[in-house]
């Protein structure tokens, strides 16, 4: 009896890890959020003639502050300001409201507290790395240069809703 209990926790703590991340996207928001990235990305690509395959998107926080810069593959090109970056992952017309920015920066901040909590490493060491590659949206996490482990996007965009 005993080991049939410890056999049942067993298994809801494995799927409980299973099931953390999975959701129905029943509004394609993760469509829609992954369209706006690969076009803002294609969209600066054509501006500074990198292909957008070697683009790297960086967010993480320092001195509680969200820090987002534009990479070419190791190589910074720039920083991103937060009303840049909202372009990212709201469509044009929600991006231009001025109040906007401020919610995108607590979203990014809050989805860094949690994965950190989550992982049990300090939230300032976590770096969160968007890129496109074949048209798809490729979702990283590292402590600081080390890396974690793919995100999927949802998990992420979840916080902006």
């Known amino acids: 009896m005993k080991n049939k209990t410890k056999q049942n926790s067993t298994i809801k703590a494995k799927l409980k890890g299973v099931l953390t991340d999975l959701s129905v996207d029943i509004f394609g928001y993760e ?10 990305t294609t969209y600066i690509s054509n501006r500074i003639h990198i292909p957008k395959e070697r683009l790297f998107i960086r967010l993480f926080q320092t001195e509680h502050q969200i ?3 534009l990479y070419d593959n190791d190589k910074p090109l720039s920083s991103i300001p937060t009303e840049d970056l909202t372009y990212f992952f709201l469509d044009e017309q929600t991006a231009a409201l001025g109040s906007i920015k401020n919610k995108i920066a607590f ?3 809050q989805y860094l507290k949690d994965f950190a909590e989550a992982n049990r490493i300090d939230d300032h060491s976590v770096r969160i790395w968007i890129h496109v590659k074949d048209e ?25 809703k």
């Not at 829609?32 to 803002?40: A, D, E, L, Q, Y």
């Not at 999927?152 to 916080?159: A, D, Q, R, T």
């Open 31 to 40: 469509k829609m959020i992954s369209k706006n990235i690969i076009n803002r």
């Open 67 to 69: 820090k987002s810069l």
């Open 107 to 109: 979203s990014i901040k």
């Open 136 to 160: 798809k949206v490729h979702v990283r996490a590292f402590q600081n240069e080390e890396f974690i482990k793919q995100i999927p996007l949802n998990s992420l965009i979840k916080y902006f």
